[in-house]
């Protein structure tokens, strides 16, 4: 978590300074709205995509949408196969389309850590060491996701200083939610980080589109929660099982999950706000 954490920084203070050169206002949350009134399609893919107005997209007409589109296209992968695999040289990054990636670091004894999941709307594979991917993607669903050449896409960024600025803070989320990930596995009871995680991961994906409400499809196996929260299987499971009998959630036979009480699930995963 301090490698994340240290080259989400790095990467965050490049695209800065290229900010800055570029002349942007450094420091001030970018907020893009949908237009108020009705627009005709743009014949573009990214009409029905939920990214069109989040972090790269966010400040790019339809013109500009097109050239970035033409740095790399759509891809698509199905349920288990690696969009990119750490050590790797980079060649392109990806926005998130459809589905959910799950980010990752691989030790030599084959132990995992999850380090973000990630779903329609955000970017991964963007983060690199010496020309490198620092970690590896897998589609943890089927996923859809727009290609980005990296060293096209940089060379773009530097001519239009407000995707500069979108990509910082992009890359400043990130690193936000990396350092709540540390907090998470670094304080928190076993039973904490799983109502954390399902209170999470719930919001998410209400917010993203990509799973009701309730049930909540989880799109991720215990092994997977196991890798994310530092946990074994069957401590995964023991801890589910005390959110269940404090009648917090509930789990069908299907595997779903139905969260009874979102607010105890907060309060037990000790989720501000």
């Not at 300074?17 to 709205?33: E, Q, S, Y």
């Not at 936000?176 to 994906?205: C, D, P, W």
Request: charged share 25%; glycine share 8%; with cysteine.
């Amino acid at each position: 978590m301090i490698d994340c954490a240290r080259w989400m920084a790095e990467a965050w203070f490049a695209c800065y300074a290229v900010t800055v050169r570029n002349g942007a206002i450094p420091g001030r949350p970018l907020r893009f709205t949908a237009p108020q009134l009705l627009k005709v399609s743009s014949g573009l893919p990214c009409d029905s995509c939920i990214g069109r107005t989040l972090n790269l997209c966010g400040p790019l007409d339809d013109a500009r949408l097109q050239h970035m589109l033409s740095l790399g296209g759509i891809r698509r992968w199905q349920r288990h196969e690696t969009l990119f695999r750490a050590g790797d040289p980079i060649g392109a990054f990806f926005k998130i389309r459809k589905g959910i990636v799950a980010v990752s670091h691989t030790l030599d004894d084959g132990r995992r850590q999850i380090t973000a999941l990630r779903a329609p709307g955000d970017c991964v594979g963007y983060l690199d060491r010496d020309g490198r991917y620092a970690f590896e993607g897998q589609a943890l669903t089927d996923v859809e996701a727009c290609a980005f050449d990296r060293r096209k896409f940089d060379a773009y960024v530097a001519q239009h200083p407000d995707l500069g600025a979108a990509l910082a803070e992009a890359l400043s989320s990130a690193l936000k939610q990396s350092g709540m990930l540390s907090l998470v596995l670094g304080q928190l009871r076993s039973t904490e980080r799983v109502a954390h995680f399902l209170a999470e991961i719930s919001a998410l994906y209400t917010e993203r589109h990509v799973s009701a409400a309730q049930p909540l499809t989880l799109h991720i196996g215990r092994h997977e929660i196991a890798d994310y929260l530092g946990l074994t299987i069957e401590t995964v499971s023991r801890s589910i099982g005390k959110l269940k009998r404090r009648n917090i959630i509930a789990v069908v036979d299907s595997g779903e999950v139905v969260i009874l009480d979102s607010e105890r699930l907060r309060e037990a995963g000790k989720v501000a706000g």
